[in-house]
């Protein structure tokens, strides 16, 4: 496979997005897999099977009122805290992923139309902030809610979790295709030279 530049007029070198991946790696084992108070595992020392919102596919509107009953004042704080974790989260998500498109991106020489994949990881990135604020607003607010609130909480969540897979299938398909189309062309490169 061909070398990128080391360098190139955007600023971004290989190393730069191996250090955002290491950094995106350590704030994903903190945030999904450590016992501190911002992880999603804090919510299930205090409600015992408690499962927040954001990280449910789908779950019926009602199910926002249900489950800030069942935490009570303690979960609903817990909950509070992971928020602000998971507001640093999607953003490092986000930055690896529009980070590993625009290598991929630079590397098949791709402009135009094309190069504006890129972006697409930013979609499930808004939709995670605007669940983030509507699940504030939710906290903030309990026990008033509107139904039409935990309606659109709801929709937004099922949203980010579909154009998130779509954002890391366009990941894995422009990867793979730079892999393939790498070796390729250094194959050609190599038989040319000979």
Known sequence: M?????????????????????????????????KLPFSLS????????AVPLDVRFHYPPAEVDTLLTTLGVEGRRAYERILVADTLY???????????????????????VWRALVWVPVVPLLLDLLENTLLWQALLSFP????????????????????????????GVVAAVAVVWGSRSARLSSTLES
């Open 2 to 34: 061909p070398a990128l530049p080391a360098r190139s007029d955007d600023g971004l070198t290989p190393r730069l997005f191996a250090l955002v991946l290491v950094v995106y790696l350590v704030g994903y084992g903190l945030f999904f897999h450590a």
């Open 42 to 49: 804090a919510l299930g020392k205090v409600v015992p099977g």
């Open 90 to 112: 999607p953003v490092l998500f986000a930055l690896v992923q529009v980070l590993a498109l625009r290598l991929s991106a630079r590397a098949l020489r791709w402009s135009g």
């Open 144 to 171: 008033t809610r509107t139904s039409g609130g935990s309606v659109l909480l709801s929709g937004v969540t099922t949203a980010k979790h579909v154009t998130s897979l779509l954002a890391l299938m366009t990941c």
